[in-house]
């Protein structure tokens, strides 16, 4: 069993960046894949972006590639997404998944374990 902790959401104005992590408890990650998915209110959850177990390997949505990195840190069981460029329609509680398989995918029923979420709110 795996938990993930996300953080680091919070209040941004347009134009500014965050840096969210998302902590795995339980074991440690091995050949899985990690994504960032998003809900903003109203709306369905939808793919951010992902990443293979060795970072060799990543995926962004079309909304925010350019503007957000994913990335993860194995010895710390830690991944993170840097967002920057943010705009109001990035407005979303954020996700971190993990995916018992280390191929990337944007559907969110193949991932496995799913963390609790962080808010983000980005103002105009």
């Known amino acids: 069993q795996v938990e993930l902790v996300e953080s680091g959401g919070g209040l941004v104005q347009a134009g500014g960046s965050l840096r969210l992590s998302c902590a795995a408890s339980g074991r440690t990650l091995s050949s899985d894949a990690m994504g960032w998915f998003r809900q903003a209110p109203g709306k369905e959850r939808e793919f951010v972006a992902a990443?293979?177990?060795?970072?060799?390997?990543?995926y962004y949505a079309d909304s925010v590639k350019g503007r957000f990195t994913i990335s993860r840190d194995n010895a710390k069981n830690v991944g993170n997404l840097q967002m920057n460029s943010l705009k109001p329609e990035d407005t979303a509680v954020y996700y971190c998944?993990?995916?018992?398989?280390?191929?990337?995918?944007?559907?969110?029923?193949?991932?496995?374990?799913w963390g609790q979420g962080t808010q983000v709110t980005v103002s105009s």
């Open positions: 990443i293979t177990w060795s970072g060799g390997s990543t």
């Open positions: 998944a993990v995916r018992k398989n280390n191929r990337l995918t944007t559907r969110e029923g193949l991932y496995d374990y």
